[in-house]
């Protein structure tokens, strides 16, 4: 049972690249999530899904997309990266709403020059 | 959702119990209490939730005060691996957690 899987680990990218960070989970748990971390700093939340075809903006979805691609598998996309996005990226998923426990990824660590 | 208080930083030695507060004065009657923490460079880890009743499981133990305005989250005996961030979140219906700065817990030998 891998839980939720990131990919890639690590990037490094020039500023106006693109990039899709991927997150798939195998625990069938209808909502996910995307999360940023800069150092020394809680998560903060950038995007969630609650369902399969539904997506909502969290507290900093600025210069983000994502797309939830099916039930496992829940996206983000920087179209034009920038300095300021240099983090590390966390996907969750969460069992239903009833216990609202959710489940991490491993991470994905940005830079972006 | 309520905002949390939580100290900065603890210490705490090898094998003693660690007993990390949280303070929630402002939670409503259907909030819960979440514990996740963070081991360096690592994906969060849930720990433990409550609503009004003291719980336990394999992991610690979690104590609501009677009026609910704080918490207590217990590692019964602490090992150097217990060295995290440890988030105390209020949440009531909706599906959103909002992490604080959280405790930094170090356990020493």
């Known amino acids: 049972n891998a839980g939720v899987t990131q990919t890639p680990k690590f990037q490094v990218l020039k500023t106006g690249q693109s990039m899709t960070l991927q997150c798939a989970q195998d625990?069938?748990?209808?909502?996910m999530y995307w999360y940023r971390q800069d150092p020394g700093m809680g998560l903060r939340l950038i995007y969630y899904s609650a369902s399969e075809g539904t997506t909502d903006k969290g507290e900093v979805p600025n210069g983000y997309n994502v797309s939830r691609l099916n039930k496992r598998e829940f996206s983000l996309r920087l179209e034009s990266a920038a300095p300021s996005q240099t983090s590390v990226y966390f996907c969750?998923?969460?069992?239903?709403?009833?216990?609202?426990?959710?489940?991490f990824g491993a991470g994905t660590r940005l830079s972006v020059l | 959702d309520a905002k949390t208080t939580q100290p900065p930083s603890m210490d705490c030695a090898e094998g003693r119990a660690a007993n990390l507060p949280c303070n929630h004065s402002?939670?409503?009657?259907?909030?819960?209490v979440y514990w996740y923490r963070q081991i360096h460079s690592q994906g969060p880890q849930y720990i433990i939730h409550?609503?009004?009743n003291n719980e336990t499981n394999e992991m610690a133990s979690l104590i609501i005060t009677e009026d609910r305005k704080s918490s207590t989250l217990i590692l019964p005996h602490a090992t150097l691996r217990d060295t995290a961030v440890y988030y105390c979140?209020?949440?009531?219906?909706?599906?959103?957690?909002?992490f604080g700065a959280g405790t930094i817990l170090r356990v020493k030998s």
């Open positions: 402002t939670i409503s009657g259907n909030e819960y």
């Open positions: 409550g609503l009004k």
């Open positions: 969750a998923s969460m069992t239903d709403i009833a216990k609202n426990i959710q489940y």
């Open positions: 979140i209020v949440r009531g219906g909706g599906n959103k957690l909002v």
């Open positions: 625990m069938n748990h209808n909502s």
